[in-house]
């Protein structure tokens, strides 16, 4: 009898407790890591200069108070009611919409496989922060050509007259030091193997920071989402110390009423799906902090970078328009570039790059958690096993860095752009928006989602969200996505090279290719399923009987029931 105990106790020890956070504290750190990351640095401030300035907040913030405040709540509350993945969870409360679920996480998966990316310049250029002269602050390098303009010793205006036939020297290292690019995505030439070094060392610094699960990920992120708003601070006060930062400053709030009525608007910084498999300990309060924290970050990061950008202006006697560059241009272009005048250049780029490498490892930290968490709640008796986590983990590195090993080659820059403007922004994720807040709203209830919140919180949501869930977001989000295909502008690397017909395609191939398994998915469970068409989508829009509310919740769902059908008995 104690030999059968002991082997049960034996077998039951086998399979693992799913993870959960250790503390609140923990859990908030980890999302304000996703929902704070290098596109608050670099993506915000320009697109608020290009477009209106200061006028571009009242479109941001419609959009923030409409969709990315209402869906950040919603899917925690997805997520803390049903303790499951951003799949699973889709089973237990409306089937016909699991296809949400392995759309987000498809998008996850090109995110992982780009910020990694990302990652690994920001480590190579931190590298040679601790050059005794920053590689990219003159022309005298092997790899610079006779059209090189250092800037700093620029002094005379014929000099600058004649600006647009010269490169700058951090510009000529970013592309024939770093990337060595080629002359087109047809041309892919040879590997980068100082990038692919770097890529390799931050994926195993990944791995090893979360291969335990939250209960790892939990204790690095009191440093990774924290220190990054002390170098943000630092560089925030140094940017507004230089001359001709108010420059910088008023343009970037200098209101352009004529933009107001332009298409582009910024989502918040987190994807769909990505609360759902990390979520507990999460209030309603703390929902709201979390996003005023993601765009309060983005607000002061765009004082931080126009004072900069405004000091380069002043410098060089050039209007900021053509020194603020999108995306890697600005990181890894204009702010290099600004840092090399400052006194002190090698501990002002190595503040900035820790900065980008923090931003960028929260984020993908949790990106990397949540396609974990979602794979092993999908098999559980299999996964929650001692290894499986930390060899599928390992399955999981290996497939996105033999994926991504072609934007490490001479003509990868163009592949990167490719999946950074199609797979992992725009449509998709506006798509994915659209269906997410239609299945819980209307399928599962809004109602519903009232009553859970409650039960969970002791609060009673105020009636906003419910208008948001069911009508205004759905509606901004999918006037959004018309809009971004009405004026769909084609990718192009900057600003003069034009893709081939070929990769436009494959462009659209991999938006697509996260929308289709929505529907897809959704044709595919009624196709298979049991009985006439009517009871196939009946059952396929109710939750999981298991999936009750608590008893509170339970009671105050029926009592609703209840009265309601009292009053179709009336009318009978």
Known sequence: MMNKTCATKHKQAQVEERGHWGSKVEFLLAVAGNVVGLGNVWRFPYLCYKNGGGAFLVPYLVFVVTCGVPLFLLETTVGQFTQEGSITCWRKLCPLAEGVGYGGQLILLYSCMTYIIILSWALLYLVFSFSPQLPWATCNNYWNTDDCLDFSTINTTAQLSNQTLTTSAATEFWERRVLAISGGIEEIGSMRWEILLCVIVMWITCYFCIWKGVRSTGKVVYFTATFPYVMLLILLIRGLSLPGALQGVVFYLLPEPSRLLDSQVRTMGFDPG?????????????????????????????????????????????????????????????????????????????????????????????????????????????????????????????????????????????????????????????????????????????????????????????????????????????????????????????????????????????????????????????????????????????????????????????HIVGEDQQQQLAVS
């Open 274 to 558: 990505s609360m759902m498999s990390t979520c507990f300990f999460m209030f309603c309060r703390d929902c709201l902090w979390l996003c005023l924290l993601n765009s309060g970050t983005s607000v002061v990061a765009g004082f931080a970078v126009f004072s900069v950008l405004g000091f380069m202006s002043h410098e060089q006697s050039i209007p900021i328009t053509e020194v603020a560059e999108s995306g890697p241009g600005l990181a890894f272009i204009a702010y290099p570039q600004a840092v090399a005048m400052m006194p002190l250049p090698q501990l002002w780029s190595i503040c900035f790059f820790v900065m980008l490498i923090l931003l960028g490892l929260d984020s993908q930290f949790v990106a990397m958690e949540v396609v974990m968490t979602t794979i092993i709640d999908m098999f559980p008796t299999t996964m929650r096993r001692a290894g499986r986590r930390e060899r599928l983990l390992l399955v999981f590195c290996l497939v996105c860095f033999f994926s991504q090993l072609v934007m490490l080659t001479e003509g990868g820059m163009y592949t990167f752009q490719l999946f950074d403007y199609y797979a992992c922004n725009g449509a998709c994720i506006l798509f994915m928006c659209v269906f997410e807040t239609l299945a819980l709203a209307w399928l599962f209830g809004a109602e519903r989602l009232h009553g859970i919140i409650k039960d969970m919180t002791g609060v009673r949501v105020n009636p906003f969200f419910k208008i948001c869930w069911l009508y205004l977001t759905p509606l901004v989000s999918l006037t959004t996505f018309i809009c971004s295909l009405v004026w769909y502008q084609p990718l192009t690397f900057n600003r003069w090279y034009v893709y081939p017909a070929w990769a436009y395609v494959l462009g659209w191939v991999l938006a697509v290719s996260s929308i289709l398994l929505v529907p897809g998915l959704a044709l595919y469970k009624v196709a298979t399923g049991t009985g006439n068409l009517s009871q196939r989508l009946h059952h396929l829009c109710q939750p999981d009987p298991s999936c009750s509310l608590p008893q509170k919740g339970e009671t105050e769902l029926q």
